[in-house]
């Protein structure tokens, strides 16, 4: 059996140990503690752009990205904005030669020039008596709709090979335009039963 005294020195040094056990799991305990609570305030901060590990800089890593989405951006609405110029240009300059073919229409068929004693009126057959009398206020105001408040020029040239010619031209305007449309056609000039000239006719409309 061993002596008393070394019994309790036996006992003193296993205390000490247990006791420096517990003081070391404390530590570890603490420090488990910390660590968790660190990495939370991290993650919780680097939600709303200041986190030490992704916060700052992970914004300012997509700012390029961002530039990048807003130039394309204004790439495409500027393409889209230019490409309905164009499409809303060629539809007004289509329109605008559809006008001119339409008031050439109406001078074929104006009462100021075409024959109508037979009560038959034909479309491009015009009146010697009426073709000197052709003015600009007459037309404007009787084909007002058909020019749309838009200069006009028309020409009816006698080509026939008789000796009297029926030429006439009247202008509303010397001012140049911008955009400008001119149609062509055949007609024809009654004198008499038996004599017919040959003539070209010349509108054109200008803005």
Do not use: C
């Amino acid at each position: 059996m061993l002596p008393k005294r070394y019994l309790s020195a036996r006992y003193a040094r296993s205390g000490a140990m247990i006791v420096q056990k517990y003081i070391r799991r404390q530590r570890y305990v603490r420090y488990l503690q910390r660590y968790r609570y660190e990495r939370h305030r991290y993650r919780k901060i680097g939600r709303f752009g200041f986190g030490k590990r992704d916060g700052v800089a992970g914004f300012f890593e997509e700012i390029p990205a961002l530039i990048l989405a807003t130039i394309g951006m204004s790439i495409f609405f500027i393409t889209a904005l230019m490409a309905y110029s164009n499409y809303m240009g060629q539809q007004e300059a289509i329109k605008f030669v559809d006008d001119g073919d339409a008031f050439s229409k109406a001078i074929r068929n104006y009462k100021g020039l075409v024959y109508d004693a037979d009560g038959h009126p034909i479309e491009g057959r015009f009146d010697y008596f009426k073709v000197p009398n052709l003015n600009v206020t007459n037309v404007s105001k009787d084909l007002n709709v058909k020019i749309k408040n838009r200069h006009f020029i028309v020409e009816i040239k006698d080509v026939s090979d008789y000796d009297t010619h029926y030429d006439v031209r009247i202008e509303s305007s010397s001012r140049e335009g911008l955009r400008r449309t001119e149609v062509l056609s055949t007609v024809y000039i009654r004198v008499t039963d038996d004599e017919s000239h040959l003539a070209r006719l010349i509108t054109e409309i200008w803005v």
